[in-house]
């Protein structure tokens, strides 16, 4: 398969490291047939969504099933990732200072109690975010820069960034719109401006005195609670029911503003129902006993679970890549990593063609850098590090690593102490791709005179490790952003103190200068450049070991047409069913 | 017994802080924030994880003020003194994950343990009893042998293997079609469905769930059973009431096996801690959303407020069903009596 552009549409897509959400997938559409409505999609769920409230929810379940509730001024377009108009008519204005973003709304979206979506349901939307007692901590974060909101008239919002930064516009227009009169019936934020929301501290007892303060709190109280089961917002599908651990419905709504307007995604399916099985095995029988439409496999499961012709007269399984990597961490502040030789080393010891065959059962691909395979900034020109042992005992050798004293285990001389080559490689237990990368590289290091241990740990003990620095060496995963990506946060020095995402401490002055340069420049060809230059850095440092993009598999029913791939993640949104196929005729009551 | 009745009441009180303080310290101690775990996406790690924001300073501040939200900010006996007062107005306080009252969620999902638990421990004593009873009545015989082979058969065998067999061969898959593959309710379910036809419904999905939790218990309570006939049968009353004529029937069904039973009543209490905690792991493989499986998700994610409120529910279970047997112990034989060694 192949995936020609790149992209990413989520709800926080300016997340360098999100989570792993599932992407994507195709079938030759039917063309000839026109899209007509009805029939259920069922999904599954692992687990419940945390809770429905768009804003003080952070899991990927949630924003999986809020993102047919609620809409934002721009979305993405699902193939070329381009920003385009949703809740607003076009692109914002910015001003030449980059700093004020205009946006003008469109007159005709309403929500789903059929109340007309203004420019005062925005402006809430963005003081809820803003209000430092909305149990939006980790949302919040990513607005800090937006300074100011205001109307200039009821469909003309503006907002005002603190720095210039080129995803600003990125952020600023996915501020998911809440009916004001539903979230906050008695008009508490009205009279608080957002200028007033960003001065306000939690802790100070005299911003909690203030009368601001108080009437923030009052709102942040009811916001808080009230709200976590029974969203409303303004998109094609209205919330039908959650009964707990079993199953979350959404149903179309018949009277959805975007109906028929042009550039707006049309629903078909009439009921999405997600149901929960905690086990996989059994949301695979599930599937096959019809009970499922559809659901991401496994690889075991891909690979010996649902071949045959029964099953595939059943689904088509669609191939896709989930824009997210595997590496191997080395703590560059460690004496035994700060010499890039021996980390370039580590790399060449590392057979992870082998990895991608054995472990991936060839469903990934080996990354050479932290950039999306498919994005305009990767760079195809690295030459990616072969599996040569010869050439990484040599680089070892430069480096001063010798068996001098014929232990078998290559030491050398560090501040006048004999070290051996002895570390430990840490990740978290249960993932059993990690394990396996870890105990190979475990075994092939041995031959080479280097002892490794490995080590399994709880994640949340495991996370302590990694943001206080406590490894030699960590196996994790980043997810990659299809849209734009920002690498400032993971691999800045400035980013390697106080937990930061810099957990291997990695620092080079140059990079610092290209990742600092790139976040002020709005020119989309100049960012390319600069990320190439800065890929090349980071191929010749190897502060980490760059592993393997995995690929996602997804079963889906036959019956559902216009199955398409994009590069971030499928689309139900787009599918649906020729009559005669429809297998629910109602929708539940 | 009315004073020893309300001394081991007066008991139970410290007893149950005890328990308490010390799941309070081990939950609270264990490593693992549970802000740090919010702010990395919470449990979705396990694939390709964000660990953290591009602003750490902001977020820094932001957790600050989360935990200041639930408290964890002060010290720990103050959290715990905070914690039992509260508990001294049946408040749980809220769940960490969607701030919804603890209590709230431990009611909704109670009725499905119970229900779940309740149908299993029936489903033990029918079947434990009388195979008790059958091996007794004919001991060393090949078919007792054989019963107690089975039943320890089964008890051998780890329920979360024989649940996804079951699922894999009973439930629609390749093979065949008997059951539902998980879940409380069918895909088109509706509340608006006549009683019966939820009832059904409801039935059909715990039949698996059921059976595979029963089976492992049938070896230990039939043994007991077993054991506690043969020593009655021993004793001189059955002899006596042989003597004078009655039929083996009688004296089997009417005087050995009520004397036998005394012991298994005493034990029926210890199953109330069970009720609510003994369905983990069938919940998981059965995707049945019962307290176990809540308690299991708020350990992973550190959701200290719902660890402790189940903790304290099972522990306080246990206290009562270990006085309730002792009680019923003296009730239902005379010749036991507490009172006077706790003079």
Redesign the interface.
């Known amino acids: 398969m192949r995936v020609e552009t790149l992209a990413q549409a989520g709800r926080k897509p300016w997340l360098a490291l999100g989570l792993l959400l599932l992407c994507v997938s195709f079938l030759p559409a039917h063309a000839a047939e026109v899209p007509v409505t009805g029939d259920w999609l069922v999904s599954h769920m692992l687990s419940d969504p945390e809770q429905l409230n768009p804003l003080t929810s952070n899991d990927g379940g949630s924003a999986s099933i809020l993102n047919y509730i609620f809409e934002n001024l721009l979305d993405h377009h699902p193939q070329t990732l381009e920003l385009r108009p949703q809740l607003a008519t076009a692109r914002p204005q910015i001003s030449d200072d980059k700093l004020t973003y205009t946006f003008t709304l469109r007159r005709d979206a309403h929500f789903q109690d059929g109340k007309p979506l203004t420019g005062q349901d925005v402006l809430f939307s963005v003081k809820a975010i803003k209000n430092p007692w909305v149990n939006a901590p980790f949302l919040r974060v990513y607005y800090q820069s937006l300074v100011q909101a205001e109307l200039v008239d009821d469909y003309t919002l503006r907002l005002v960034a603190k720095e210039p930064y080129f995803l600003n516009e990125t952020v600023l227009s996915q501020v998911p719109v809440l009916p004001r009169h539903y979230y906050d019936p008695d008009g508490s934020m009205d009279s608080l401006s957002v200028t007033e929301l960003a001065a306000l501290r939690p802790g100070d007892a005299a911003a909690e005195a203030s009368p601001q303060g108080t009437q923030a709190r009052k709102f942040a109280e009811q916001f808080n609670t009230n709200f976590s089961r029974n969203p409303m917002g303004s998109g094609p599908y209205k919330f039908h029911s959650w009964q707990t651990g079993q199953a979350v419905v959404l149903q179309r709504d018949p009277h959805y503003w975007g109906i028929g307007k042009e550039g707006i995604d049309q629903p078909y399916i009439d009921q999405r129902t997600m149901r929960v099985f905690n086990n996989p095995d059994a949301a695979l029988v599930a599937l096959k006993a019809g009970e499922l439409d559809t659901m991401p496999l496994m690889p075991i499961q891909h690979l010996k679970q649902t071949s045959g012709a029964r099953f595939d007269k059943q689904f088509a399984k669609h191939q896709f890549f989930t824009p997210s990597y595997s590496y191997i961490g080395w703590n560059n502040a460690h004496p035994l990593f700060s010499d890039m030789r021996v980390r370039q080393a580590m790399t060449y010891l590392t057979n992870r063609q082998q990895m991608v065959k054995t472990l991936l059962f060839e469903l990934g691909e080996v990354v050479n850098g932290p950039i999306y395979l498919f994005r305009p900034e990767y760079d195809k020109t690295l030459v990616p590090y072969p599996y040569d042992p010869q050439k990484a005992l040599q680089l070892l050798g430069e480096a001063g690593w010798k068996d001098t004293d014929g232990d078998g285990i290559l030491d050398k001389m560090i501040d006048g102490q004999k070290v051996p080559f002895r570390f430990e490689i840490k990740f978290n237990s249960g993932n059993e791709i990690r394990k396996s990368v870890a105990l190979t590289l475990q075994d092939e290091l041995k031959k080479h005179g280097v002892d490794a241990n490995v080590r399994q740990l709880d994640w949340t003990i495991y996370l302590d490790d990694v943001r206080n620095h406590k490894f030699e060496a960590v196996i994790l995963g980043w997810g990659m952003p299809a849209i734009e990506p920002d690498e400032y946060q993971v691999w800045h020095s400035s980013q390697a103190e106080n937990k930061g995402s810099n957990h291997v401490s990695y620092k080079n002055t140059r990079a610092d200068a290209l990742l600092e340069e790139y976040r002020r420049t709005f020119d989309a060809q100049k960012r390319v450049e600069l990320y190439r230059e800065f890929q090349q850095i980071l191929h010749q440092e190897q502060p980490y070991t760059f592993l393997f993009i995995q690929k996602a598999i997804l079963a889906v029913d036959r019956r559902f047409q216009n199955v398409k791939l994009y590069p971030q993640r499928p689309r139900p949104l787009e599918w649906w069913v020729p009559k005669a196929q429809q297998r629910y005729h109602e929708v539940s009551q | 017994m009315l004073p020893y009745l309300l001394q081991r009441l007066l008991l139970l009180l410290p007893t149950l802080i005890g328990v308490t303080c010390i799941s309070f310290a081990i939950t609270h101690l264990a490593?693992?924030?549970p802000a740090?775990?919010?702010?990395?996406?919470?449990?979705?790690?396990?694939?390709?994880?964000?660990?953290?924001?591009?602003?750490?300073?902001?977020?820094?501040r932001?957790?600050?003020?989360?935990r200041?939200?639930y408290g964890l900010d002060q010290s720990l006996p103050a959290q715990y003194w905070r914690w039992l007062r509260n508990l001294g107005t049946l408040e749980f306080g809220?769940s960490f994950?969607?701030?919804?009252p603890v209590w709230r969620?431990i009611a909704?999902?109670l009725p499905i343990t119970i229900q779940l638990n309740a149908v299993s421990i029936v489903m033990i004593y029918l079947v434990a009893i009388p195979l008790g009873v059958y091996s007794a009545t004919h001991p060393y015989s090949v078919s007792d042998q054989a019963t107690t082979f089975t039943a320890f058969l089964l008890f051998a065998l780890p329920s979360f293997w024989i649940g996804?067999l079951a699922?894999?061969f009973l439930?629609?898959?390749?093979f065949l079609?008997l059951f539902?593959?998980?879940?409380?309710?069918s895909?088109?379910y509706?509340s608006?469905w006549p009683f019966w036809q939820r009832l059904w419904d409801r039935a059909w999905h715990l039949c698996l769930p059921v059976l595979v939790m029963s089976y492992g218990g049938f070896a230990g309570l039939s043994r007991f059973m077993r054991s506690s006939m043969l020593e009655n049968i021993r004793q001189d009353y059955v002899q006596t009431a042989r003597a004078k004529g009655l039929s083996e029937h009688l004296v089997i069904y009417k005087h050995v096996l009520r004397n036998s039973l005394i012991p298994i009543v005493t034990i029926m209490a210890s199953i109330l801690p069970g009720l609510i905690s003994g369905s983990v792991i069938i919940?998981?493989?059965?995707?049945?959303?019962?307290v176990g499986?809540l308690a299991y998700?708020a350990v992973?994610a550190?959701d200290y407020p719902i660890i402790m409120a189940v903790f304290t529910i099972s522990s306080l279970l246990t206290l009562v069903s270990i006085l309730i047997s002792d009680t019923l112990l003296t009730l239902v034989d005379p010749r036991i009596t507490f009172s006077g060694r706790s003079a």
């Open positions: 490593p693992g924030d740090e775990l919010r702010a990395g996406g919470g449990l979705g790690g396990a694939g390709a994880e964000g660990l953290s924001s591009k602003n750490r300073g902001d977020l820094d932001a957790l600050a003020a989360w200041a939200q809220n994950k969607d701030n919804q969620k909704e999902r996804t699922i894999v439930c629609g898959g390749d079609d539902p593959p998980g879940g409380m309710t895909v088109g509706s608006t919940e998981t493989i059965f995707s049945i959303p019962g499986l998700e992973l550190r």
